[in-house]
């Protein structure tokens, strides 16, 4: 995560904007106020998605055993009704 101060931000926000949104780095920025992160839409929407997901009674379970679950034992794509 690269840190620094908001004049700073200022002076560089076009390449940082870009870095972040190309390489998915976090920026934290100082203000005599308190500190901002910057990320970006991406990484944004995957926080927003585990946190729904973690808020569903049971569901951390359910992942956890579709992680351990072989592969031999798993449907084919073929095979799955959408």
Do not use: A, H
Not at 36 to 57: A, K, Q, R
Request: with cysteine; glycine share 8%; hydrophobic share 35%.
């Amino acid at each position: 995560m690269l840190n620094m101060n908001i004049s700073d931000f200022r002076n560089n926000i076009g390449g940082l904007l870009e870095q972040t949104i190309k390489y998915n780095e976090p920026v934290s920025i100082r203000t005599k106020s308190g500190n901002v992160v910057l990320i970006s839409e991406d990484d944004y929407n995957g926080l927003m998605e585990t946190l729904y997901l973690c808020s569903i009674p049971g569901m951390k379970n359910r992942i956890e055993e579709g992680i351990r679950t072989p592969i031999s034992e798993c449907l084919s794509e073929n095979d799955v009704e959408w």
